[in-house]
């Protein structure tokens, strides 16, 4: 999830990618921001390029799906 947020995604992509609801993702972003002492999204995705937590075998595209 954090690699996701990373990438951008809203809640709404998040839950349909990870086939749960929007309000579980909601607790999720929450409890990791908690967690690791962060203050937003945008600090998330910082401390994931910041400790090398990006892999090349997991790079989500910021694509995302409008049709929906």
């Known amino acids: 999830m ?3 947020i990373t990438a951008g995604h809203s809640n709404r992509v998040i839950a349909d990618t990870l086939s749960i609801g929007v309000g579980t993702v ?3 972003v929450a409890n990791i921001l908690a967690k ?3 203050p937003s999204r945008a600090a ?6 910041r400790h090398g937590l ?3 075998s ?3 595209s910021r694509a995302v799906d ?3």
């Open 2 to 4: 954090l690699l996701l």
């Open 54 to 56: 990006m892999t090349d």
């Open 44 to 49: 998330a995705a910082a401390y994931v390029h």
């Open 36 to 38: 690791l002492g962060l």
């Open 26 to 28: 909601k607790v999720h």
């Open 58 to 60: 997991f790079r989500p």
């Open 66 to 68: 409008r049709s929906k």
